[in-house]
């Protein structure tokens, strides 16, 4: 046991010297290892000082021959600038000399000029004493002449002037009027020419019926009893039939056939409707009529529905108001002068949208404007105001745009015209209510109508006597003439037209016709 812990001994302290050893081997190597790379570093500083030395010299030396090279291109640019202002100098130097040399010689001019002047002027005024001397002469003898033409003329002065500015102004008023007759002669050639191959292509092209309606409608009878059934006991049928539909029967000596009188087309159609089912249906009661006429009522607003739409199909209008559309269904019951306003308004739309398509016109706005330009009729009846005051505003409550709301509005030149669209409006409602066979009028109102041209024409200074021929289309003015002239007969055949267009109203145009005719009679014996 001993000697084995002593060689485990010996062994530990064996180990613990190796150990010491290596320590100490370790610690040696680590230290020149260290003293390696101190060493190695400051080799390596020394190196780098001396780099930076050396770059630091290069760049001090490049900075300084950059410098002296800019001195140089400085001064040299100096030098430039110098000798730039040199020539300048002398440039300038060169110009005042010649200026100075053209001053000289200007002054000279002037100073000679002056000389000249004070000569002309010395003559001038040697001449107009000489002048002065001479006027007086002159006015003398202007007033002597004068004094001896008085007394030749038996006129004064003033009086001869009269006379002399009358017969100028005579002369050319005669000429004034003689350019203006042919100016207008000229345009109205001109634009009558244009006017009727417009007016003549678009009513080729334009084709309509009217049918004349009066206030009163006329409902054929099977037989004479049924007159009987229709007034009912004591007239309570009529009595019904009246207070439900607002229309008044006649019932006459007239055979097979009773008058229903009304003002209102739509009530004096659904009148006529429910009259001829009741006739048909046989039972004719109170009660039976009020059903009747309230179906029929159901049915003709159906019906004016769908004739405002089929006339917005007929003249091609799209996207109008559906109140707008009812009202122009309405119109088919209206009439004016007996021409139905829906057909008329349709003709006006036709030859309005025509006669804009020939002028490169907006064609749909003038088929719009021409289509509901008698709006308003079909309110009439029922709102107070003018039809076209009551179709403006309607139309303007509904949205339509402002060209055909001026169209609604002066076509009858209640206002003023804001585009060319709505005189083409105008036009078109002259044309289709004047043209031959398109309205009517009573003879009191066409006797009457006459007799105001007639009248008006008379009541013209210088008029002899006036006939309206041509059922008023034509009016022959004869006047005196030892009193009108030529000229002043142009003057009066347009005074007479203004003073027609702004007191009478009319359809289409009247032409008026200045005869003076001047007669020399003598007799042989």
Known sequence: MEPTQSTLAAAVAGVSLLVAVVSVTWLLLASR???????????TAERLVADARGEADNLRKVATLEGREELFAARAALDRDAERKRQELAENEKRLQERDANLDRKFSLVEKKDADLAALARELESRGRLLTGREAEVSQLVERHTVQLERVSAM????????LLKGLRDAAEAESLQLVKQIKDDARRDAEREAKKIVALAIQRCAADHVAETTVSVVHLPNEEMKGRIIGREGRNIRAFEAATGIDIIIDDTPESVVLSG?????????????EKLIADGRIHPGRIEEVVKKTQA?????IQEIGEEACYEVGIQGLHANLVNLMGRLHYRTSYGQNILKHSKEVSYLAGMMAGELGLDTTLARRGGFLHDVGKALTHETEGSHTQIGYDVARRLGEHPVVL???????????HESPISVLVQAADAMSGARPGARRETLEAYVRRLEKLESLADSMPGV???YAIQAGRELRVLVVPDEVDDRQANKLSEDLARKIEDGLHYPGQIKVVVIRETRSVEYAR
């Open 299 to 303: 049915e003709i607003a159906v019906r």
């Open 263 to 275: 003002f209102d087309p739509i009530r004096r159609e659904i009148a006529k409707l429910s009259l």
């Open 464 to 466: 002899f006597k006036s």
């Open 156 to 163: 004064s002065r003033a009086e001869a002037r009269a006379e």
């Open 406 to 416: 001026n169209c609604i509005a002066a076509h009858h030149d209640d206002v003023p």
């Open 33 to 43: 290892r260290a003293q390696g790379r101190l060493r190695r570093a400051r080799e």
